[in-house]
């Protein structure tokens, strides 16, 4: 057991830059808002028919070429290669390539999907900025750091949708169907049990533990059920994110044996230094997550 005391004048775990007392902290918790993607008024009535988004008739400008995992979450990635998994495949692209470029949303879907572009970045790059400050390469005095988790799910979501339509594997529209409820998640929320995953190994007192690779390896692909695309897997920098879209309770039986879902932590440790990032996951516009204190050997709850 141990305390995570995050003084007010430390900088804010959202990344704002500003101190954490005079930004996300109130009364003891965090209140942190999920980002906006709906594109700034007024809307366009215009809908192009590639982008993923035209049934919200608010297209603009031409379709946008952009990269698969998007530009912002791949400067994070030090190795140049990156495998691409289908359904008995696997190929190994250069991250330049253009074949990992795709065109499923329009010019002003795609600027303002940019905000949750910005926090998958943080994200990896808070991941590997940990794992240096562990190793003693570099020093830092910050130790929470937090995300709202509704905006990694849709970070993953959008990457779902692209790896489909780009054709990359041989999951493609030619073969496979997306299952026709994906898009309004957008809006609102996954209920459980879809949602995120990360594998974890459970041990005996309800406690579990990250597999964290070691080699700096990236991949992604997209998880089938039958005919159906039921998911996502994203390994970046080490750590492996799935978002589960679909799939019926007796196959995500099997699947939450060795995953862990929707973390509310995820917590570094070496010695007594303990390094945090905390995933929001309350529905609504206002998350909180408890975060002065905390016991990590509490079992996780069951309405995460
Ligand atoms: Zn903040
Ligand atoms: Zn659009």
Redesign the pocket.
Known sequence: MFTLVVPPESP???G?G?A?GE??LQNGHIRLSHKNIIPKPPRTGLSLKKCFLSDQNDCGGNMSGEHILSASVLRNISNDKISINGSNFSRTHSIQSDSLKTKCLCKRHNSAFSPIDTEASRLFKTISLIEKILNGSIQSSQSLYFFAGFDIERWLLKALFATYRSRITNINPDNYTLPCYLKYFFDTSFNPPYGLYLPAKFTSDEQFQFKMSTIAEASFGLITKNNLVSGITINLGGIELKLMVAGTPSDLAAFQKTHVFRPKFINFYQGDEVFSIALAWDKGTEQCVWISRYDPTAPIPKDM
């Open positions: 804010c775990g959202c704002s500003r954490f930004c996300c």
